[in-house]
Structures are given as structure tokens and as C-alpha cells.
């Protein structure tokens, strides 16, 4: 009997020890090392914003039956702070929008009209794109208020690329189900794809092309696009881009929205 017992009491402890080994390694085509999901989503954000930036970039809006170029500038401040200023055409230059913490407000000069955009209207089409203003204000809220866990990752072209799933915590004030991010190790993004409160996938931005600008590699095209519309896009180009320049506190205003004024 002191034998089976002994034998009883190995077995058991090798069973354990074999469950702890197998719940600390990670799942299948996961590395333990690396980057954390957490760490990766920061890096994204932070690449195309640095300490603050400034941007001159072009806009085209596809739809079956027309086009439109835009041009705009744009300076970020960290991970809250934005002013989009379009530059052209005409008749839109001057419409501005400005991020400041969770606050949002757009800017029509033609009507001398400045309107603070309420929750509601967040998923709104922002500028007639398929952009909505939610993605513009976006920013640290995947840290902040998203779950996030790496459940992919493969090695191609030299990178890692990893994708990582974002789920809203229960009391987030988000409108999609999840989000799923395609990124390089380097923190290139390569897609987002977001999905509805049935967990379809509603749309997607896509990156185009991949380049250098101001001495760092990143997304310079990109395409956001409905999943169900082929022949509906917009695509935004960065034509120039500057990072950590000096900027005042008061660009990052309603006055200076109203005012047009710039550094």
C-alpha cells in the first residue's frame, strides 16, 4: 500500500507540474518574447504622432459616380491633441476640426459656424470620407478603454507581423464590437479592420504603400474602405511629415480653429 501511495503522489505531481508548464507557454505560432499587445498598439499610435507632428496630406474620395482631391495640413500633439485644416479646394479651405482631450469641434468658415460634436455624432462621416470622426479622435482609446491580446503572428519580409484583437471593456464608450490590427515589429500598421456588435466586419483601412518621411518608416497611403462597397474608398496621402516640431499651447484651441492661425 506505502508503494501505490508513493506512486499516487508522483503521478499526481507530475500532473501538475504538466498543467503549469502548459498553461505558462503560449498558444500555437505565438513567441513568449517580444512585444505585449499593449506595447504594440502604444507603438502605432506613437509612430505616426511622436511627442507632436506636422503633416501636409492629400485626400481622394471615391464614389461610382465622381472624385474628390482635398488637401490638408495637420498638427498632433501626443495622443490627444489634433487640428485637420483643410487647404484645398476652395470651396473647402478653411474647414477645420480640432481634437482636444475628448472634445471634438469642426469649423465652417463659409458659415462662420463652430459646432462641439456630441457623442451621437461620432460615427458621423467626417468631410464626406469614410472616415468618421470616431476615427479621427480615436487615439489612446484602444489603451484606455479595449482589451487587447496578440492572437496571431507570423514572420514575413524580414518582420513580424502580429495581429492583435481589441475588445471593448463592457462600459466603453465605443460603437464597434471589436477591432483587429495587423502590425509589423517595427509598428507599421497594416490593416484595422472593424467589426459590428455581431462581430461582422464592417470596414477596413488598408495600407498601400509603405515609405520614409522625416527620417521614419511608416503607413504613407492608406485606403479606408466599406467591406461591402468595391467601388466606394478614401485614400489618404502623406506628402510630407514632420516630427517633435515646437508648438504653442494656443493652436490646439477654438480660437485658433476660428481664427485660421497656425504656429
Same mark, same amino acid.
Given at each position: 500500500m506505502r508503494g501505490i501511495w508513493r506512486y499516487s503522489w508522483l503521478a499526481w505531481c507530475l500532473a501538475v507540474a504538466a498543467s503549469t508548464v502548459q498553461a505558462a507557454s503560449p498558444e500555437p505560432g505565438l513567441s513568449a518574447d517580444g512585444p505585449t499587445a499593449q506595447e504594440l498598439v502604444a507603438g502605432a499610435l506613437d509612430l505616426t504622432r511622436g511627442r507632436s507632428?506636422?503633416?501636409?496630406?492629400?485626400?481622394?474620395?471615391?464614389?461610382?459616380?465622381?472624385?474628390?482631391?482635398?488637401?490638408?495640413?495637420?498638427?498632433?500633439?501626443?495622443?490627444?491633441?489634433?487640428?485637420?485644416?483643410?487647404?484645398?479646394?476652395?470651396?473647402?479651405?478653411?474647414?477645420?476640426?480640432?481634437?482636444?482631450?475628448?472634445?471634438?469641434?469642426?469649423?465652417?468658415?463659409?458659415?462662420?459656424?463652430?459646432?462641439?460634436?456630441?457623442?451621437?455624432?461620432?460615427?458621423?462621416?467626417?468631410?464626406?470620407?469614410?472616415?468618421?470622426?470616431?476615427?479621427?479622435?480615436?487615439?489612446?482609446?484602444?489603451?484606455?478603454?479595449?482589451?487587447?491580446? %496578440?492572437?496571431?503572428?507570423?514572420?514575413?519580409?524580414?518582420?513580424? %507581423?502580429?495581429t492583435v484583437e481589441a475588445v471593448p471593456h463592457d462600459d466603453a464608450p465605443v460603437v464597434w464590437g471589436k477591432e483587429q490590427m495587423v502590425m509589423r515589429d517595427d509598428y507599421v500598421l497594416i490593416s484595422q479592420t472593424y467589426f459590428d456588435q455581431s462581430m461582422q466586419p464592417i470596414k477596413r483601412m488598408e495600407t498601400l504603400e509603405i515609405g520614409e518621411l522625416g527620417g521614419r518608416t511608416f503607413g504613407t497611403r492608406m485606403r479606408m474602405a466599406e467591406l461591402d462597397q468595391t467601388d466606394s474608398y478614401t485614400e489618404l496621402y502623406y506628402a510630407t511629415m514632420d516630427w517633435d516640431v515646437e508648438l504653442n499651447d494656443r493652436l490646439f484651441t477654438v480660437f485658433s480653429l476660428q481664427s485660421g492661425a497656425t504656429p
Open positions: 507632428s506636422y503633416a501636409e496630406m492629400e485626400m481622394v474620395v471615391q464614389r461610382p459616380e465622381w472624385q474628390r482631391t482635398s488637401k490638408l495640413v495637420a498638427w498632433t500633439r501626443g495622443r490627444k491633441d489634433a487640428l485637420i485644416r483643410f487647404t484645398a479646394p476652395a470651396k473647402d479651405a478653411g474647414n477645420a476640426t480640432l481634437k482636444q482631450g475628448e472634445k471634438m469641434w469642426t469649423f465652417t468658415p463659409k458659415l462662420n459656424k463652430t459646432i462641439r460634436l456630441p457623442f451621437s455624432l461620432m460615427s458621423q462621416s467626417w468631410a464626406g470620407s469614410d472616415f468618421s470622426y470616431n476615427d479621427l479622435s480615436r487615439t489612446d482609446k484602444l489603451l484606455e478603454y479595449y482589451d487587447l491580446e %496578440i492572437i496571431h503572428q507570423v514572420e514575413d519580409d524580414g518582420h513580424i %507581423i502580429y
